[in-house]
Every structure is written in structure tokens, then in C-alpha cells.
């Protein structure tokens, strides 16, 4: 949540986003209700904007209607921003780091997954950002468009076709695709099993109905990735 002025206006306005990670078809109404509490406590007008990130297209209402057969008595509506309906091409020109990020979770089809990683190393080499905020945006990343073998090979191969001087921006980005040796090798095996682990282990905590939260706490996997292996064991 953010308390901010609308463009030429003095108004004070509250926006209200709410990420979903998975499909649930009374959505609509979970906004309505978080809307009507926060106006309750903010009295001020609420923008609400829903950021969906499962996998999949399908609709959910923007709308949420009471109404008697003679009288409406509420229409609410908000706004939707359904990453999957959303053509990643559209964001390559963005110096937002988060949109670079979420390039992972928009639409492109299996051939371009090289070229939508290829983007995002691009987009970030164009920002300054600290190690840690850089580690953060390529983890998420990775979570959701992880390149095989083969496919890393080909990256490398098309970062090299760059101009020289965005190709040795990107060979900057401390990222795996320009370490070399065993030593990371190993690591990155490391790394990987403890994913792998950590995924087993939130799959049985899930299966005994322990909240998500909990199972992030425990586990240290992000909350949405806990959410899209709920949404698969369902």
C-alpha cells in the first residue's frame, strides 16, 4: 500500500495492490472486502490494482455487485494487471527493474525463453542497483525461467552477437553464465539440491496443512513458489 496524489489533483488517495499468485474464482469479492476494510480505516479513496502471476488465462470478474432484482445497492470495481495476457516485448525498454524481473511470469512462448533472459540481463545492466537488490531481482528471475544446459550455451553464444558495449554491460552482472570453473560448479550443485529439498519438504508440510507462511519461514522458499506447489497438490 501507498498513500499518494493523483496527477493535478490534491486529493489524497490510498493504492491498494494485491498480488495472487493462484486461480480462485470468488477473487472479485476478496478485493471488495480488503477495499471496504482499508476505507474504513484510511477514509480516504482506494485505488485497488490485483497483480496475478499464475500460470494460466483464465478471467476473473472486476467487478463485485450487490443488488436486488429492483435496486443495486454496491458496484465495485478494480484494476487488474494479469501478467500471463501480457506480451513481454511490450517491457524490454523499461528501466524498471521490477518489470525486468517479472518478465518471468508474462506471456512468451517456449522458443523465446533464451530471448526473454537474454532481455532481462539487458534490462538490468542498464540500472544501478546494490548487490543485494540485484541478487533479489535475479533469484526471482531464475525461480520461474531457470535455462538448461543447452540453453545456457546458446545464451552465451547470443550475448556475444550484442554491441560491444551493451555485451560488456551484461558481462558485468555477476551472474552464472560468466563464472567459470568446478569450485562453482559444486555450489551451484549445492544450491540446487537444497531447491530441490526445500520444495520435498514444503510438498509434506503442505500435505499436513501447515499455513504457507509458516512453510516460508521454515523452509526459506518464496511465498508465491510455496503458493504455485499449493495450487499444483489441489
Same mark, same amino acid.
Given at each position: 500500500m501507498v498513500e499518494t496524489k493523483l496527477k493535478g489533483e490534491d486529493t489524497i488517495i490510498v493504492v491498494h495492490i494485491e498480488p495472487q499468485s493462484y486461480f480462485q474464482k470468488e477473487f472479485h469479492e476478496r478485493m471488495f472486502i480488503y477495499n471496504s476494510r482499508l476505507y474504513e480505516y484510511h477514509r480516504k479513496p &482506494? !485505488?485497488? &490494482? =490485483?497483480?496475478?502471476?499464475?500460470?494460466?488465462?483464465r478471467d476473473i470478474p472486476t467487478q463485485f455487485t450487490i443488488s436486488f432484482p429492483t435496486l443495486k445497492i454496491h458496484e465495485f470495481q478494480y484494476l487488474q494487471l494479469h501478467l &500471463?495476457?501480457?506480451?513481454?516485448?511490450?517491457? &524490454?525498454?523499461?528501466?524498471?527493474? =521490477? /518489470? =525486468? /524481473? !517479472? !518478465?518471468?511470469?508474462?506471456?512468451y512462448a517456449e522458443e523465446e525463453r533464451i530471448q526473454v533472459k537474454l532481455e532481462f540481463l539487458r534490462m538490468l545492466s542498464k540500472v544501478e542497483l546494490n548487490p543485494a537488490k540485484m541478487e533479489l531481482l535475479y533469484g526471482f528471475f531464475e525461480t520461474y525461467l531457470r535455462l538448461n544446459e543447452k540453453e545456457e550455451e546458446r545464451m552465451r553464444e547470443e550475448i556475444t552477437k550484442l554491441p560491444e558495449h551493451e555485451m560488456n554491460q551484461v558481462l558485468k552482472l555477476p551472474n552464472s553464465y560468466f563464472e567459470k570453473g568446478i569450485k562453482q560448479g559444486i555450489k551451484e550443485g549445492i544450491e540446487q539440491g537444497k531447491l530441490i529439498q526445500g520444495i520435498d519438504i514444503a510438498k509434506k508440510m503442505l500435505g499436513k496443512g501447515i499455513d504457507v507462511n509458516s512453510i516460508r519461514e521454515f523452509t526459506g522458499l518464496p511465498k508465491e513458489m510455496i503458493e504455485d506447489i499449493k495450487k499444483e497438490m489441489d
Open positions: &482506494i !485505488l485497488p &490494482i =490485483a497483480v496475478f502471476s499464475y500460470p494460466n488465462k &500471463i495476457k501480457k506480451n513481454w516485448r511490450a517491457f &524490454i525498454h523499461n528501466n524498471n527493474p =521490477a /518489470a =525486468a /524481473a !517479472l !518478465l518471468s511470469k508474462m506471456g
